[in-house]
């Protein structure tokens, strides 16, 4: 069955610092793997998706992730944290062969202090 | 478009009321969903319905009765619900069952808070 693990359910940074959120897969198939961004009171917004073209992947406002098998990651970051990126972020899975819907981790809430 | 959208935004509504809740796209997806989420958790699956037939309930108690009138709209109708019920009910949508990597798409969610 395929499923994410995000270990910690907050991180907390500088303004201006390295953000760094962890992800890791289980998956028996080659999996597809997303980060969405879900700010208070809103909906999830897609960040970023690996679908096995690039290893690294870029995504919306200035974050990006990189898939690594041997790991059994998809770890986010962004260089510099910003206020404004402060919210909730979930990796999901899904997996060719297996269940079309997304599977998600549990999240990883970011606090960003100035 | 690449646009889900939910009405209302917001719904406060007594144990014994009927309401429903809407969800709409325009992008051609054939997968449209029903999410539940509390407060710092993440989104729960409901519903699915693939080419406008339910393909999977989630075990969901029946005062929650979903509803696909046509492929660009989905619809939850609520009926004595209870307090524990109250949560951001999220629609989402993606293009069908044989594309897994395509993402979904969310709106921004109904509000619910059963009173």
């Known amino acids: 069955a395929q499923s994410v693990t995000q270990l910690g359910s907050h991180v907390s940074v500088s303004e201006g610092a390295l953000v760094l959120l962890r992800c890791n897969y289980s998956?028996?198939?080659?999996?597809?793997l997303f980060w969405y961004v879900q700010y208070p009171n809103q909906g999830l917004q897609l960040l970023l998706k690996?679908?096995?073209?690039?290893?690294l992947v870029k995504g919306i406002n200035g974050f990006e992730a990189e898939f690594k098998k041997s790991e059994t990651s998809f770890h986010l970051t962004k260089p510099s944290a910003h206020m404004r990126d402060a919210a909730e972020y979930f990796c999901a899975v899904r997996s060719l062969g297996g269940s079309y819907i997304p599977t998600f981790g549990r999240g990883t809430s970011l606090i960003v202090h100035p | 478009d690449t646009e889900v959208t939910q009405t209302p935004k917001h719904l406060v509504m007594g144990m014994t009321n009927k309401k429903s809740l809407k969800c709409e796209q325009h992008m051609g997806h054939r997968a449209m969903y029903w999410y539940k989420q509390k407060a710092k958790k993440p989104p729960e699956l409901m519903f699915v319905y693939s080419y406008e037939k339910l393909s999977i309930n989630e075990s969901v108690p029946s005062r929650f009765s979903p509803e696909c009138p046509n492929s660009s709209l989905l619809n939850l109708h609520l009926h004595a619900l209870q307090p524990e019920d109250s949560a951001l009910y999220l629609c989402?949508?993606?293009?069908?069952?044989?594309?897994?990597?395509?993402?979904?798409?969310f709106g921004q969610g109904t509000r619910l808070t059963v009173v």
């Open positions: 989402a949508s993606s293009q069908g069952s044989g594309t897994p990597v395509a993402e979904a798409f």
């Open positions: 998956s028996s198939v080659p999996p597809y």
């Open positions: 690996y679908t096995s073209a690039a290893t």
